[in-house]
């Protein structure tokens, strides 16, 4: 989820690059450093909170006030978001970028001036670490004892820099490197394709819009090998456990470049595939899902990547930013256009209710987007949950009793739900809490229960994802159709005059 907030800032900047206002009233010293002041205030604030959180779970009562902060943690993140996207729009800091930029910030180039725009917004995305990192280091403390009760592995908590130094690869590098691989590529094109024809984006924009999203394909499709090293992964060496991995994976037909122990200095148990072609395609498993868990769990888990991987999750993610960005351009402009706060007029000027409007559409587009994200997240996850579910059933059987049509039966559920919960101690994550893109441990572990009763609840579960597999290809098909029919309407036809042409 945060990672999505972390792309949010890139794409508030090229929201608003879009239309460069040329009312560049340059900031003065001054605002410059009250705003950016602003983002100083919260961090410190929330490193006071965690401290005093911190205290709080030495005197051993934990939960609520740990709730109450990660909330907190989570709506200044949202913070952060929320304050460039009105430095932008409403206070200009966007102008005051590209003042001190000065020629390199007119350019058609947009990576510098983009990387210098969030800077402030990714450093103080930062400091929130350093902010969190009494609290997390004090529930750690206090989890050793749990785990040393559970037989697990214990590890001191990591210090305040491998703490930083985990969360900067795995949140913001993450998500930085790949979209200004993705900028890059687009400034790439502009330099060596476009400017040497003497085409500007705006002559040409299905050219322009058709080059980016070759560029925007390649990087899609070359970003784990990148990746790999940004998250600090090794080959996993060979054992008995990898061999079966090997042979689920040929079992099911999944091709892929290298199965990689993910080096988190115990900070994390995760697992996670990425990739969308096999010669870039690798399955992550961290260093503490590998210690602290069983073989079975293990499996398990990499069941559920491999799960992924089956039903082409990433594609239908794919899929699903397509559909939202032929809405926002289709559907999305019919609505700006019919979306006057006329009525207004009586107590705002047009400038401000323009002004609203914009916001109205910013904030609708944007709770669309993280909603309808959220629940397509959420139905994936799940599905690879019934795949692992079902394949560890499968595993227990002799290979002539696997069925075709499988469904979750009470053994494979309950391996997986193991996996779940020894997910859920070794991160500590309480199983009741809510994660926006995967839903909480305790929902995902009842959910295979309740289709492990009856196998008619498995395939029910099927023909659901079939028919939101459908809904998307649907909604692919009626937003492109309704922007190639809008851009056919624009083209002035013969005879016709376009106002700029009456008024000339
Ligand atoms: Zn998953």
Request: charge should be positive.
């Amino acid at each position: 989820m945060s990672r999505v907030l972390l792309l949010i800032l890139f794409i508030l900047w090229m929201a608003w690059k879009q239309d460069i206002p040329l009312n560049a009233d340059s900031w003065r010293p001054a605002e410059v450093g009250v705003y950016l002041a602003w983002y100083g205030v919260l961090v410190g604030a929330m490193r006071l909170w965690s401290r005093w959180v911190s205290r709080q779970i030495h005197r051993g009562n934990i939960s609520r006030h740990l709730r109450r902060f990660t909330r907190a943690m989570f709506f200044s993140r949202v913070g952060v978001v929320v304050w460039l996207g009105w430095g932008l729009f409403g206070l200009g800091w966007g102008d005051f970028v590209l003042d001190v930029m000065g020629p390199a910030g007119r350019w058609s180039i947009q990576t510098p001036a983009a990387l210098v725009g969030v800077l402030p917004a990714l450093l103080a995305w930062a400091g929130l670490w350093w902010s969190q990192y009494p609290a997390d280091r004090a529930l750690r403390e206090q989890s050793l004892l749990s785990a040393l009760e559970n037989g697990l592995p214990v590890y001191s908590p990591p210090g305040l820099r491998s703490y930083l130094k985990a969360n900067l690869r795995l949140q913001m590098l993450f998500t930085v490197v790949p979209v200004v691989m993705l900028l890059a590529a687009h400034d790439l094109l502009m330099v060596a394709v476009l400017e040497p024809l003497r085409i500007t984006p705006q002559e040409r924009p299905w050219l322009n819009f058709g080059l980016l999203l070759v560029a925007s394909g390649g990087i899609f499709v070359i970003a784990p090998e990148i990746l790999r090293w940004v998250l600090h992964t090794q080959p996993l060496a060979d054992s008995p456990l990898r061999r079966r991995m090997e042979e689920l994976c040929r079992r099911h037909k999944m091709r892929y470049r290298d199965i990689l122990l993910w080096r988190t200095d115990h900070n994390m148990g995760n697992a996670a595939v990425m990739g969308v072609i096999p010669r870039f395609r690798y399955v992550l498993l961290s260093d503490l899902v590998l210690q602290t868990m069983t073989d079975e769990q293990i499996e398990a888990v990499f069941a559920h990547e491999l799960g992924h991987v089956v039903h082409r999750h990433m594609l239908w993610y794919l899929l699903f930013v397509l559909i939202f960005m032929f809405a926002l351009i289709g559907p999305g402009q019919w609505v700006e256009s019919h979306l006057s706060f006329q009525w207004l007029g009586h107590w705002v000027s047009r400038d401000v209710a323009q002004k609203l409007v914009e916001l109205v559409l910013l904030v609708g587009a944007g709770a669309t987007f993280l909603l309808s994200f959220g629940y397509v997240s959420r139905r994936f996850e799940r599905q690879a949950d019934v795949f692992a579910a079902r394949t560890m059933q499968g595993e227990a059987m002799a290979p002539m009793d696997r069925d075709s049509r499988s469904h979750v039966g009470a053994h494979g559920a309950r391996i997986f739900q193991s996996a779940l919960h020894r997910v859920a101690v070794i991160n500590n994550i309480p199983v009741a809490a809510r994660s926006w893109c995967h839903g909480s441990i305790a929902s995902r572990m009842d959910y295979l229960e309740n289709l492990s009763q009856n196998p008619q609840r498995t395939w029910a579960f099927d023909r659901l994802m079939s028919r939101l597999y459908l809904a998307m290809i649907l909604g692919l098909i009626f937003s492109l159709a309704w922007v190639v029919k809008a851009d056919s309407l624009q083209q002035p036809g013969p005879g016709t005059t376009t106002g700029q042409e009456y008024s000339w």
